[in-house]
C-alpha cells in the first residue's frame, strides 16, 4: 500500500536555529513529493514539491527539501527558524501517471520558541 | 482571483439531517478534490472530480456525494449525517497534469455533527 509517513507528532527548535521535519514514503513507481504548511484555522498552503531533476528543491518562506531516493525521504529543512514559522506541516506524495490524487502523512506541528 | 472558496466556514447538525457543503474556484482548474481533516489522521480524500461531469470516490468516500455539473463547483453532500462526521473538510482544486498539478486549498469548513 502506498503510504507518507512524518515520525514526529511534534518538533520543537529555537529561533535561528536550523529545522528539520522529516517525511518517508512508499509507494510504487517514481513519486512527485509536496510540502504543504497549515497556520492556525487556515486551509493548507503548497510551500514546494519535487518533481524531477535537483534532489534539493527551493521553495517559499525560505524553507527548502532534499528528496532522497535510496531513503525515500523528502525532509523539509530551514537553515535559521522563525517563531512565525510555527505551524502544522503535511508531506503529501503523488505516483506519476496516476490521477491527481495526493496521499498526505499525518502532519508534524512545529514549534519554535523565542 | 478568488481562489478555491467554502462555504459555510463553520456548522453544527443534528445526526440524521442533510447539508450541502459548496466548493468553486475561479482558475479553471479541471481536477477538484475534497478531503477531510480529523486529528492525528492528516487528510484523507474523499471524493475527487478531474472535469465537469466525472466524479470518483477516495479513500473514504461512505456517506458522502458529489458531483460536478460545471468547472467551477464540487459541492458535497451529506444526505444523513452521523457524529462520525465531525471534521474538517477542505476542497482543493488544480489543474492536470504533471507539472502545474499544485493543489490549492480552501480555508475549510469545520462540521460539528451532534
Known amino acids: 500500500a502506498q503510504s507518507v509517513a512524518q515520525p514526529e507528532d511534534q518538533v520543537n527548535v529555537a529561533e535561528g536555529n536550523p529545522l528539520t521535519v522529516k517525511c518517508t514514503y512508499s509507494v510504487s513507481g517514481n513519486p512527485y513529493l509536496f510540502w504543504y504548511v497549515q497556520y492556525p484555522n487556515r486551509g493548507l498552503q503548497f510551500l514546494l514539491k519535487y518533481i524531477t531533476g535537483d534532489n534539493l528543491v527551493k521553495g517559499s518562506y525560505g524553507f527548502e527539501a532534499e528528496f532522497n531516493k535510496s531513503q525515500t525521504s523528502f525532509h523539509l529543512k530551514k537553515p535559521s527558524a522563525l517563531v512565525s514559522d510555527s505551524a502544522l506541516y503535511f508531506c503529501a506524495v503523488r505516483v506519476r501517471g496516476a490521477t491527481n490524487k495526493l496521499i498526505f502523512g499525518t502532519g508534524t506541528l512545529l514549534a519554535v520558541q523565542p | 482571483n478568488a481562489g478555491v472558496t467554502q462555504t459555510p466556514k463553520f456548522q453544527v447538525l443534528k445526526t440524521g439531517q442533510s447539508m450541502t457543503l459548496q466548493c468553486a474556484q475561479d482558475m479553471n482548474h479541471e481536477y477538484m478534490s475534497w478531503y477531510r481533516q480529523d486529528p492525528g489522521m492528516g487528510l484523507r480524500l474523499i471524493h475527487y472530480?478531474?472535469?465537469?461531469?466525472?466524479?470518483d470516490q477516495g479513500e473514504v468516500p461512505n456517506g458522502y456525494n458529489v458531483s460536478r455539473s460545471t468547472t467551477e463547483d464540487f459541492p458535497l453532500r451529506l444526505l444523513s449525517a452521523a457524529p462520525s462526521q465531525t471534521s474538517v473538510y477542505f476542497c482543493a482544486s488544480s489543474y492536470l497534469g504533471t507539472e502545474l498539478d499544485t493543489q490549492y486549498f480552501g480555508p475549510g469548513t469545520r462540521l460539528t455533527v451532534l
Open positions: 472530480s478531474v472535469g465537469a461531469g466525472i466524479t
